[in-house]
């Protein structure tokens, strides 16, 4: 029956449309208003994020304006999907506030705009504001809004009094399909658990947001500009900067299988924070390359491990070539660095790789690379491994 019902699951996804392989998948058109609701995020963000609290209170008022300033900018440059970087953005709006506001410096009397812009560009992450209010974030399950009539259940794993006590990581994990927060265990495992929320680290296991067998929006064509799980994502972040002081330069994301594909979609939507991911069994489906990038000059580091090419496998989908385009995805984009692990098995987690995934994200901390060093260019450096450890 289990497999019967992912067998259905799967043919779903690869229903009518642009072809995959020798299958047909169907996208339907972009939304109306969508880029102009991408470029609202970003200005947010922004605003958000500046360090001179007393620039981003005289600029709030004045958001809109400042949204049709980056749209303009979206006119010189390629907006689609989303493809405008923080640093475009923020010389768009430096461009506004020159002429609007007095010429207000981001980092106050004197200081130069570039030193200033390249500063806000790669000093941190782009840490997203709440979109309602928060749960508390305890032990067990929890059940978070994420906005207007938005609401789901999310399996925490938390220490409160270590959390505040120390800036601790934040992990998302994502599970597969026809499965539950559970799986955690056999991907993550008790140990690597337990390492987290010592260091006083939150570990997040949403429940899925669509039917079991596609438990992320992201999993079906259809519904590729629908970003709710990334909007709760957002809140839980959110959330957890304001109850616990976290670490928002150790923000990851993990998951197996279908979880595997939500997390690697992860680092490309939530550029603007997560930084590092790993994939397993998991990869990108061919609709990704409609996906907005958060911060495009994010190029985190992936730890990717895949089966045997025939057995790591469900109906229509081969993880083993999944996995390998989100590692060519990864080369042509150059900067990332990435290990491609292809192991000796079927469509199952190897016990021994816990530790290792977890080891290799866990000491990457956030970065972006300046728009100077983009022109120029950068080659990924890929380390091929094998084996259940991956070593």
């Known amino acids: ?43 947010d963000l922004i605003l958000n994020n500046l360090s001179d609290k007393e620039l981003a209170r005289l600029l709030k008022p004045y958001r809109d304006e400042l949204v049709r300033e980056v749209l303009r900018e979206c006119e010189q440059v390629d ?7 923080f640093e475009e953005a923020i010389a768009a709006i430096l461009k506004w506030q020159g ?23 790669l000093a941190s992450p782009m840490m997203p504001d709440r979109r309602d209010s928060c749960a508390a974030i305890v032990e067990g399950e ?25 800036q601790g990581p934040v992990v998302f994990f994502w599970h597969g399909s026809n499965e539950d927060w559970g799986q955690v265990y056999r991907v993550l495992g008790e140990s690597v658990i337990n390492q987290i929320t010592k ?16 438990p992320w929006h992201v999993m079906n064509p259809a519904l590729v500009w629908k970003h709710n799980d990334f909007q ?31 997390s690697a979609a992860m680092g490309r939507m939530r550029s603007n924070y997560i930084a590092a991911i790993a994939s397993y069994s998991g990869g990108q489906l061919p609709w990704f390359k409609l996906l907005p990038t958060g911060a495009p000059n994010n190029y985190y580091p992936a730890f990717v491990t895949y089966g045997t090419k025939g057995q790591d496998k469900v109906p229509l989908v081969e993880f083993s070539d999944t996995s390998k385009k989100l590692i060519f995805y990864m080369e042509n984009r150059g900067f990332h660095k990435a290990i491609d692990c ?5 469509h199952t987690m190897p016990s021994s790789t816990k530790q290792v995934g977890w080891d290799y994200i866990s000491k990457v901390t956030y970065s972006r690379v300046s728009g100077a060093w983009v022109e120029k260019g950068g080659e990924a450096k890929v380390e091929k491994r094998s084996g259940d450890r991956c070593l």
Request: contains cysteine; hydrophobic residues 40%.
């Open 342 to 346: 292809e192991q000796n098995r079927g």
């Open 232 to 262: 709760l994502a957002d809140q839980l972040v959110a959330c957890a900067e304001e109850e616990f002081d976290i670490n928002d330069r150790r923000i990851y994301s993990m998951g197996f299988s279908a979880g595997g594909i939500q």
């Open 99 to 121: 002429s609007h506001l007095g010429g207000i410096n981001f980092g106050g009397a004197g200081a130069p705009v570039s030193a200033v812009t390249e500063a806000a560009l």
């Open 1 to 43: 029956m289990y497999q019967w019902v992912r067998s259905v699951a799967w043919n779903f996804l690869f229903l009518a449309g642009s072809v995959y392989g020798s299958v047909q998948y169907a996208v339907p058109p972009q939304p109306d208003n969508y880029i102009r609701d991408l470029i609202e995020e970003k200005v």
């Open 79 to 85: 907006c689609q999907p989303g493809q405008l970087t």
């Open 199 to 214: 260091e006083g680290g939150v570990v997040f296991a949403p429940f899925a947001g669509s039917p079991d067998a596609l």
């Open 142 to 166: 929890i059940s978070m809004e994420y906005g207007f009539f938005k609401e789901r259940k999310v399996q925490v794993f938390v220490k409160p009094e270590l959390a505040k006590k120390k």
